[in-house]
């Protein structure tokens, strides 16, 4: 997590769709917030003790403001549900400086944008930002109906044709079909994908099966089920010099917290790498969502909230 904390105030809160709040944020006096690229989200400090990602949702060129569009999630673990309840105009908070593990490839000959649900928030920086560059894109939304959606105005006003709807309810011409809107899968293509884990899963897959290059698949999974139970292992912690075991229905960094080491944690999903650690020993068993398939294959690093182990033992730079 980046040391860097800024000091906002929440200047507008808008409601849309059925369960999103959206957010205008502005820097206190003092503080500045750094520009941002396409595909960014911020940490935001929903309690002292409660940290979540969201990705930021307005035009990257735009200064000063920073927006953020949050679902209030029915199988919320307390983020959004405290959000939507607390945080108001003029509410103040702090945030992390902007991170991106979701970058957009600005080179690409053509660019297919995949929304689902909130996943729509990336989306909207990456259509901004290759609207700017005069890059051609289209962006499809995913939603369960029209009256869940949120910023379709924005949309309709800022991208036009480019924007191309899909709602459950609305019959079957109009749902999305992946095969046929991302074929065919010209060496030029890249395609970007944020949603449900299982609605990503299958837009993935469906590139793949028709032809995309893994290196042109774009990702970035934010509410993920994983199973972090196993067999035990033990883990030791090599600059702390302490060795713990891991029970089967425990992760690491409750291991780790009854000895005393305190790993910082966010998502504990898997998904943020916010408690991603080096492995000096050892094989991990990788039940994450953060890495990907080459890191994974180096075995040099975990993601400590969901992971395991493949070895009797690991031994941890921590």
Avoid at 59 to 81: C, F, H, T, V
Avoid at 128 to 146: D, I, M, N
Avoid at 254 to 281: R, W, Y
Wanted: hydrophobic residues 35%; aromatic residues 8%; charged residues 25%.
């Amino acid at each position: 997590m980046s040391d860097q904390l800024i000091d906002v105030v929440i200047t507008k809160r808008e409601d849309q769709g059925e369960a999103v709040a959206v957010f205008e944020l502005t820097p206190q006096e003092g503080q500045e917030l750094p520009a941002f690229e396409a595909g960014a989200h911020v940490d935001v400090h929903v309690t002292p003790d409660m940290v979540r990602q969201y990705s930021l949702s307005n035009d990257p060129a735009q200064n000063g403001i920073y927006r953020l569009g949050i679902l209030k999630d029915p199988n919320s673990r307390g983020g959004s549900e405290a959000i939507h309840a607390n945080f108001q105009t003029g509410t103040a908070l702090q945030i992390s400086a902007p991170r991106n593990h979701f970058p957009l490839n600005t080179a690409a000959e053509r660019t297919v944008l995949i929304g689902g649900g909130i996943g729509i928030t990336p989306m909207l920086t990456m259509a901004y930002t290759l609207k700017a560059q005069g890059k051609p894109f289209e962006l499809h939304y995913c939603a369960r109906s029209r009256s869940s959606a949120a910023f379709l105005e924005e949309l309709a006003e800022q991208f036009g044709d480019a924007v191309i709807l899909h709602f459950d309810d609305e019959g079957e011409t109009q749902r999305f079909q992946p095969e046929q809107v991302l074929a065919p899968a010209a060496d030029g293509s890249h395609m970007y994908v944020c949603g449900p884990s299982g609605f990503m899963d299958w837009v993935i897959a469906s590139a793949e099966q028709v032809g995309y290059a893994k290196d042109n698949i774009h990702f970035e999974y934010f509410n993920v089920e994983v199973d972090t139970s196993g067999a035990s292992f033990e883990v030791y912690a090599e600059q702390s010099d302490i060795t713990v075991t891991v029970g089967e229905e425990q992760t690491i960094v409750d291991a780790l917290a009854e000895a005393g080491i305190k790993v910082d944690v966010s998502c504990e999903q898997g998904v943020c790498g916010t408690c991603l650690c080096d492995v000096i020993e050892g094989t991990p068993d990788h039940k994450d969502k953060f890495l990907t398939e080459e890191e994974r294959e180096d075995n040099d690093q975990i993601v400590l909230c969901c992971s395991r182990s493949l070895s009797d033992r690991l031994v941890l730079d921590i």
